[in-house]
């Protein structure tokens, strides 16, 4: 693990997506974009390592939000096994490099020293004015067009530790999503056990999504803690923008959602939006109704809130909830059982026989509606993948059969299999010349 600090706004984000090869990190002009520890897994010369994004170090200040940057950094610095220590020739010297160095003077461990913004390599000797910070060679680099990367690892790599190649049985990605000021922070936190992600009580303090692996009963599983989704129209700023955008992605590559809701607040339209973005990607929900130990003890509280959040919008019927407190730790700890439950579901594999009989049984109690006076004939019927569970139907006419009858067929699919907490859809497709399963069009 590597870990990449330096004061705000000498290019660490840049460098960290150049090192990755993608956009992961929020990249902008203002400094202080950046506020957690942000891991991505990257490889020079067939050797992978982790590097860890920091937020920009302000030594000395005394504002909540520089301290629980400052402490993340220095989290990070303490977990790695060497240091990249990013600071900018195009401005020199400043005394928040000078400060910062002599903190990593007493790190036990190697601290490269990495001048940033050197775009006119081999020409530009401004990194040399670095050797004035006492910390060895600096090693001149450009993040835009990724000049001086191949010797700075070739420099980094012998600092290493002995890679360690044991795979896992498996690997699930679970995003965290929710407005801001829901708790999801607080959440994965109590999740981990210790501080993990910063928290503060004002909304929207994570911008990156933000990885964080733990081992489960032998899987691995990634949590992704992200911003906190807003409608468009409130994002008031452009990195707020792009985070979201984000976000979105996470929640498209991941397996299950939590969708961490504010129970003292109640289900919100934006919750709303949140859950719908989730389903419609194809992951699995839960539904995590924070701060309940807020909210005042009635009885069936839990099943009145999840009863009026089923009439509000129809498919949280078929979504689990869970009421917790990540304050308390109340039933926290039952979110991971319920990841893998979910998680197991999206990989269910019903046989063609059982899905043709399911189909039949449907089509005898309610056949779909003729299509200009001719007979809708569903021929047959299997399930095509999983991740979610897709289940093809062949028709004569299958654009003629109206979403209402395709909700009946997904439904009732739902309901003869245990799918909570998973999006199940149904694809129609024109038929061949298959015989027409039993009972169609009666």
Request: charged fraction near 25%; aromatic fraction near 8%.
């Amino acid at each position: 693990m590597v870990a990449l600090v330096g004061r705000p706004n000498v290019g660490k984000s840049t460098f960290f997506n150049r090192a990755l090869g993608r956009r992961v990190a929020v990249v902008d002009d203002t400094p202080g974009v950046t506020r957690d520890r942000n891991f991505g897994l990257t490889d020079w010369t067939g050797r992978n390592f982790f590097l860890v994004d920091t937020g920009g170090v302000v030594m000395g200040s005394d504002r909540e939000l520089d301290r629980l940057i400052r402490r993340q950094a220095m989290v990070a610095v303490r977990e790695a096994d060497a240091v990249l220590l990013l600071v900018d020739a195009k401005v020199g010297i400043h005394p928040l490099d000078e400060r910062l160095a002599e903190e990593l003077r007493r790190v036990p461990k190697p601290v490269l020293l990495t001048a940033n913004k050197v775009d006119n390599l081999p020409n530009d000797e401004s990194h040399q004015e670095f050797w004035g910070l006492g910390m060895g060679e600096p090693h001149a680099v450009s993040s835009v067009s990724g000049r001086g990367f191949g010797d700075l690892f070739d420099a980094l790599l012998p600092q290493l530790p002995e890679e360690n190649s044991a795979p896992y049985e498996t690997d699930l990605r679970v995003a965290v999503v929710g407005k801001p000021n829901a708790g999801k922070s607080s959440l994965v936190n109590r999740l981990f056990g210790h501080e993990r992600v910063v928290v503060s009580e004002a909304p929207g303090t994570t911008r990156d999504p933000v990885d964080l692996e733990l081992t489960y009963h032998g899987e691995r599983l990634v949590f992704v803690d992200t911003a906190g989704i807003r409608r468009h129209a409130r994002m008031s700023d452009s990195v707020e923008y792009y985070s979201s955008l984000r976000t979105a992605r996470v929640v498209r590559e991941a397996d299950v959602c939590l969708v961490v809701v504010d129970s003292a607040e109640g289900l919100h339209a934006q919750d709303i939006r949140v859950a719908e973005r989730a389903w419609g990607a194809g992951c699995g929900v839960i539904m995590v109704c924070n701060k309940w130990d807020l909210v005042p003890r009635e009885t069936n509280s839990a099943a009145q809130f999840r009863r009026a959040a089923g009439e509000r919008v129809p498919f949280l019927r078929r979504v689990p909830f869970l009421f917790a407190s990540a304050l308390t730790g109340l039933r926290v700890r039952r979110t991971l059982d319920l990841v893998r439950a979910v998680a197991r579901r999206r990989l269910t594999r019903i046989g063609t026989p059982q899905v043709n009989d399911a189909i039949e049984s449907l089509v005898r109690r309610q056949p779909p509606p003729h299509y200009r006076g001719r007979p809708v004939r569903l021929k047959y019927a299997t399930q095509a993948r999983t991740l979610p569970p897709t289940f093809v139907v062949f028709a004569n006419y299958p654009d003629a059969i109206p979403a209402h009858y395709r909700r009946y067929l997904e439904n009732s699919l739902r309901a003869m299999w245990d799918f909570e907490g998973v999006p199940v859809r149904v694809r129609l497709r024109p038929s061949g010349g298959r015989r027409a399963l039993a009972g169609e069009g009666r």
